[in-house]
C-alpha cells in the first residue's frame, strides 16, 4: 500500500499595508519589454486590503502594466526617492466608472484640499491645451504579494 501526500497551499497572512507604506507617495516601477523599470510616483490610499491610485487611462505606466502585471512597489518622497525597500506587488487596471467614483473619494478623503487643489491646476492646464477638462481615467488596483 502506497500513500500519497497532499499538498495544501500555505496560507500567509495578509501584509500589514499601514506598516509597509506610512507616507503618502507611493513608488511604483512597472517594466519596459527589454526589462528596464520605470518608477513613478503615485498617491494611493490603503483600503484594508489593497493599495489603490489613479491615473491616465492612456499613461505609459498603463500600458506598461496591461502587457506585465508585475511591479515592485516602495514608501517614497514625492520626488519618488524611495523610503524603504520595494516589495513585489500584482497591479489590476480598472476603468469602470463606479470604481473610479470610489477610488476618487477615498483619495478626497485622504489628501483634502491638497487633492482638490491639484486636480484644479490640472483640469485648468488640460482647458488651456484645449483638450478634454475630464481625461480618461483607470483605477490601479495593487495587491502586495
Keep these: 500500500m502506497s500513500t500519497t501526500t497532499i499538498e495544501r497551499p500555505v496560507e500567509r497572512p495578509a501584509p500589514d499595508l499601514e506598516a509597509l507604506f506610512p507616507g503618502r507617495y ?33 499613461s505609459g505606466k498603463v500600458k506598461r502594466i496591461r502587457r506585465d502585471p508585475h511591479v515592485l512597489v516602495a514608501p517614497c518622497r514625492p520626488s519618488g526617492k524611495l523610503r524603504g525597500e520595494p516589495v513585489p506587488a500584482r497591479v489590476e487596471v480598472l476603468t469602470a466608472t463606479a470604481e473610479l467614483d470610489r477610488v476618487q473619494k477615498l483619495l478626497m478623503k485622504r489628501y483634502r484640499l491638497t487633492y482638490r487643489v491639484v486636480v484644479l491646476v490640472y483640469w485648468i492646464g488640460r482647458r488651456l491645451r484645449r483638450q478634454p477638462t475630464v481625461p480618461e481615467g483607470a483605477a490601479l488596483v495593487i495587491t502586495v504579494e
Design 26 to 58: 507611493l513608488s511604483l516601477t512597472s517594466f519596459k519589454r527589454d526589462g528596464t523599470g520605470v518608477a513613478t510616483p503615485l498617491w494611493f490610499v490603503n483600503d484594508g486590503e489593497r493599495l489603490l491610485a489613479l491615473t491616465g487611462l492612456r
